[in-house]
Nanobody, 116 residues
Framework: QVQLVESGGGLVQPGGSLRLSCAAS????????MGWYRQAPGKERELAAL???????TIADFAKGRFTISRDDHKQTAYLQMNRLKPEDTAVYYC??????????WGQGTQVTVSS
């Protein structure tokens, strides 16, 4: 059974950084895509970044130049490094694992709050 556990969220001042981690259980991690979505209050969930098994990266416009997604297949963990955070980045960030047949698994979410 696939489980995803996010960590690394918290309160940070504008301009600060956070690194989110997503630890995955289950087999075949290395062939699956990993990604991060976010959902702010009153808004729809949106993609922040995605990385395929081959390392191809998709980054949302709002994240370009500030967020970096990476993965460590040996640790079965995906990361989202977020720099120069803005108040509008405040949201719950969710990790997603997408299997080779399109099956999706979601983490429980981690809160990121950017405020002075």
């Amino acid at each position: 059974q696939v489980q995803l556990v996010e960590s690394g969220g918290g309160l940070v001042q504008p301009g600060g950084s956070l690194r989110l981690s997503c630890a995955a259980s289950g087999n075949s991690f290395s062939v699956d895509a990993m990604g991060w979505y976010r959902q702010a209050p009153g808004k729809e969930r949106e993609l922040a970044a995605l990385i395929t098994s081959g390392g191809r990266v998709t980054i949302a416009d709002f994240a370009k130049g500030r967020f970096t997604i990476s993965r460590d297949d040996h640790k079965q963990t995906a990361y989202l490094q977020m720099n120069r955070l803005k108040p509008e980045d405040t949201a719950v960030y969710y990790c997603i694992r997408i299997g080779q047949y399109g099956d999706e698994y979601w983490g429980q979410g981690t809160q990121v709050t950017v405020s002075s």
